[in-house]
């Protein structure tokens, strides 16, 4: 075996290539920047070789340390791996899943029991969050994100696509202002969703009212809410009509506590996907959970067309 480069000296070489910064570096890696010069001049008196050069006060690559980048990085996630097969932690049967928290509570919770049943040997840690998870730093093996789909270094496999849909109690189709078309939507307070996780392709309520051909000038008005749950909720209350993720509010529309009062239904530009780390592929409780999740989201697309056609 030929002998292997200081492996510190490569960490601090790929931290300061990562930035172009040996002050950077030394920041990330809470040294002094004179500690990365001396790493760095360690690893190329290793190499006999240069791997930085400077042009006008600026930190470049050399050519070979660029090529060698990708490399390197792939193998420090191969370490990682091994190092978690080798160290077989006691929370093996533990799995922690990041979901942002309407999806947690409208979609996958009331699922969850199905899973314990199927694996009664992993414990499902639920982690939700609005913020997205870094699986540098964050203890978390899985995690459903909404949005467009590109997650540089994640393995990542599509879950369901999302449309949104205008939803309402059923209360709100009978009495002294009936909702029966778009136009009756004049007479009722538009719930609105503001979350953070919203595509931003998808219709606020006054491109919605443009495109159903309704001159309604307070479009803006109404209640907003910071998540898309809380809509949903406000919706199965009474207190107003909301454009709600479908997939979110299956369950009330499924018993009855919503409606889908009329048939002008957006795919959205976002769909939802499960996301995790290279080193997290071997896993059991990882495996366990996608594949158990994937046919869960197939049965909850087909049930969602189901309540779409019977509106």
């Not at 209640?223 to 919706?235: C, G, R």
């Amino acid at each position: 075996m030929k002998q292997l480069p200081p492996l510190n000296a490569l960490r601090v070489f790929e931290a300061a290539a990562r930035h172009l910064s040996f002050t950077k570096a030394a920041e990330e890696l809470h040294v002094t920047p004179g500690a990365v010069s001396q790493q760095i001049k360690a690893l190329e008196d290793f190499l006999q070789t240069p791997v930085f050069r400077r042009h006008k006060r600026a930190l470049l690559l050399t050519d070979e340390a660029q090529a060698s980048l990708p490399i390197l990085r792939e193998g420090f996630d191969k370490l990682v791996e091994a190092g978690d097969i080798l160290a077989k932690k006691a929370d093996a049967g533990r799995l922690t899943v990041s979901v942002a928290p309407s999806f947690a509570s409208k979609w996958l919770v009331p699922r969850l029991d199905r899973f314990q049943e199927e694996h009664p040997d992993i414990d499902v840690w639920v982690s939700a969050d609005m913020n997205v998870v870094d699986f540098a730093v964050d203890d978390v093996d899985v995690a459903i994100r909404y949005g467009p789909g590109s997650y540089d270094g994640l393995v990542t496999e599509h879950l369901m696509a999302e449309k949104i849909v205008p939803v309402a109690s059923p209360q709100l189709l009978t009495g002294d202002n009936p909702l029966k078309k778009p136009s009756d939507l004049i007479n009722h307070t538009l719930l609105h969703d503001s979350s953070t996780e919203k595509d931003p392709g998808c219709p606020t309520w006054p491109m919605w009212l443009k495109a159903a051909g309704v001159s309604h000038k307070e479009g803006e008005r109404g209640l907003k809410f910071n998540q898309s749950s809380l809509v949903i909720e406000a919706a199965v209350a009474g207190k107003g009509v909301a454009l709600a993720k479908a997939a979110l509010a299956l369950a009330d529309l499924e018993a009855a506590r919503l409606v889908i009062p009329f048939d002008l239904t957006t795919p959205s530009e976002f769909s939802y996907y499960v996301v995790h780390p290279p080193s997290k592929s071997s896993s059991p409780a990882v495996k366990a959970f996608k594949a158990w999740v994937l046919k869960e989201a197939a049965e909850s697309v087909e049930a969602s067309d189901t309540q779409e056609a019977a509106a």
